[in-house]
């Protein structure tokens, strides 16, 4: 059936169909982006912490508005093409548009994946360290006496703790304790023989579905096997795959426990960032324990001396621990270099925009974090706080909207286009509904950053 | 709404020199976000006021709605009103004995 009022006005709404359409939908898009900015202004006034600001890469977020607000005007372009029966420049806009689209979501794809691998470490006392784990990653290491696996899982596959399977530190002569490793020497777990209480040597991949059918099939029932390592065993476990561990004992999330004796809970973390806002007293941060050498803990002072000076003459006789820019600019500090000579000097000559861009690998000092002065850690997933949590929902539902005009512009192009000769009004006015789709995206947006970036 | 071939070339001046509004405009959110206007609230309300003085640009020339059909005000008028009640909502939570709990623990931390 042909859809009427494509192109002439229909006389009761005095509009072509797709555009009264288009702006119904706008409307209730409206509503749904609307319902998600006014959470965001819940979550910012109940946070019980200092809201991000300048967090995210700012330099990537203003490119990103850069491109979007260029593909505004190509598409804007694209349909005046049509209107004035130009078609090279319709289809070069257009065109445009659509890279424009996918450069957006590939800068976002970059954006997401510098979070992801970035982390936060929440320390006893408060003060917050940001930086990468270098190497494997955090893992808690354990020499193993047994392991005792539940004969419930219908898998062949006994166990989290497979994956990382070590060799005990004493076998390969603790080689990777001096930084240049080559990462510890796994196993294959299914292939590591072991005992088991009745005497009978064993490998999970040949023998453990055997064995967990004869004891499912037991009277009674036996719920879990214990299995003795036959050589020594090391494991270096996740610890979200933990449900908790002590000197003796992890409990994995499977119900995996194991026996023997902890060898090591310390994370390596290449700070580059320290935040010590909600810290009781900034000078005695368990950060400046951690980096060691005293130097660091002098820049750090030098710079919060800088940015109280700069406090006190914009604004003279306010309190500057009541200040947010200044608490932000004082007492969260960013390092620039593996040694506080080199922070120095980056210092000096000024940190660049392309500095925190995704190709440029800076290295930063390596502190060790005993397990027991972490309260909490994480990468920057939607879990971290409320604010990465609305920041991945509404950039994500936004990405998906950049997405989706994307390929209807796309159809429009391959599909389309041909009407250019036989229908030009038609395609002017599909142009244009998408063009309308495409702006509404560019206006989130307009909000998104400041709210997001820069606020 | 009546294009003609020589009233749209016109505009499309109008939409070049919107769309670099738009740039500057961005790079001067970006520099005012930098400057300490003594309290964040401040530094929100001016950077609302410029991506609402964007958004307009967006809305009235590249959307058109300078000059449209009064059905599409209508409707977009009455969508207006539900946002507008939507982001006043939080006024309602200043009472909220949970929040006042949580304000408090807040300021006892720092």
């Known amino acids: 059936m042909e859809i009427p009022y494509t192109v002439t006005a229909r006389p009761d709404t005095g509009l072509w169909n797709a555009k009264i359409g288009i702006w119904l939908f706008l409307a209730s898009e409206v509503m749904l982006f609307g319902g998600l900015f006014s959470s965001y202004i819940f979550l910012r006034l109940g946070a019980d912490y200092h809201w991000p600001i300048h967090e995210l890469n700012v330099t990537m977020g203003c490119f990103n508005t850069a491109v979007l607000i260029a593909s505004s005007v190509t598409i804007v372009m694209a349909w005046a093409g049509v209107k004035m029966r130009k078609f090279a420049m319709y289809f070069w806009c257009l065109l445009a548009t659509i890279v424009c689209s996918f450069i957006f979501l590939g800068v976002k794809f970059f954006e997401y994946k510098a979070k992801l691998e970035h982390y936060g470490v929440i320390l006893k006392d408060g003060t917050i360290l940001q930086g990468h784990l270098p190497g494997e990653g955090y893992k808690i290491k354990f020499n193993v006496d047994s392991i005792t696996l539940s004969t419930k899982h219908d898998t062949s596959d006994p166990g989290y703790f497979m994956r990382y399977a070590v060799k005990p530190e004493a076998e390969h002569g603790g080689a990777h304790a001096e930084g240049h490793d080559a990462g510890p020497e796994h196993l294959e777990m299914s292939a590591v023989q072991f005992k088991t209480e009745k005497g009978e040597t064993i490998t999970l991949d040949k023998d453990w579905e055997r064995l967990r059918q004869e004891a499912q099939a037991a009277k009674p029932k036996v719920e879990s096997l214990k299995l003795t390592p036959v050589a020594p065993l090391a494991l270096h476990a996740h610890p979200k795959k933990l449900v908790n561990y002590t000197p003796t004992s992890m409990a994995f999330i499977d119900s995996t426990q194991v026996a023997g004796k902890l060898v090591s809970d310390d994370m390596h973390l290449e700070v580059d960032l320290v935040d010590a806002r909600a810290t009781a007293d900034a000078d005695k941060s368990l950060a400046w324990s951690l980096l060691k050498d005293a130097a660091w803990k002098k820049q750090f002072d030098e710079h919060r001396a800088e940015e109280l000076k700069k406090h006190e003459e914009h604004h003279p006789g306010t309190d500057p621990m009541k200040s947010d820019h200044f608490l932000r600019e004082g007492l969260r500090w960013h390092i620039h270099g593996t040694t506080p000579d080199e922070h120095a000097a980056k210092h000096k000559e000024g940190v660049g925009i392309l500095d925190g861009m995704p190709w440029v690998h800076h290295h930063y000092p390596a502190v060790t974090i005993p397990g027991k002065e972490i309260e909490r850690w994480s990468n920057f997933t939607p879990s971290w706080n409320t604010y990465y949590a609305i920041y991945f929902c509404i950039t994500g539902l936004h990405g998906a909207h950049v997405l989706a005009g994307a390929l209807i512009m796309l159809y429009f192009l391959v599909f389309n286009s041909s009407w250019f000769k036989t229908d030009p009004e038609h395609l002017a006015n599909r142009v244009e509904t998408g063009g309308l789709f495409w702006h509404f995206v560019d206006l989130v947006w307009i909000f998104l950053f400041p709210l997001l970036y820069l606020l | ?110």
Do not use: C, W
Not at chain 2, 22 to 42: K, M, P, Y
């Open chain 2, 1 to 110: 709404m009546a294009h003609s071939p020589e009233e749209i070339a016109k505009h499309i001046k109008t939409y070049l020199f919107v769309g670099a509004t738009l740039l500057v405009f961005t790079a001067i959110t970006v520099g005012l976000s930098f400057v300490d206007f003594g309290s964040q609230s401040l530094n929100m309300t001016i950077g609302m006021a410029v991506a609402a003085f964007k958004s307009s640009l967006v809305i009235l020339i590249f959307m058109h709605m300078n000059n449209e059909r009064p059905l599409i005000y209508k409707f977009m008028l009455f969508t207006m009103v539900f946002l507008g009640v939507m982001f006043t909502l939080f006024v309602f939570t200043h009472d909220d004995p949970l929040v006042m709990r949580g304000y408090e623990s807040v300021f006892g931390n720092h």
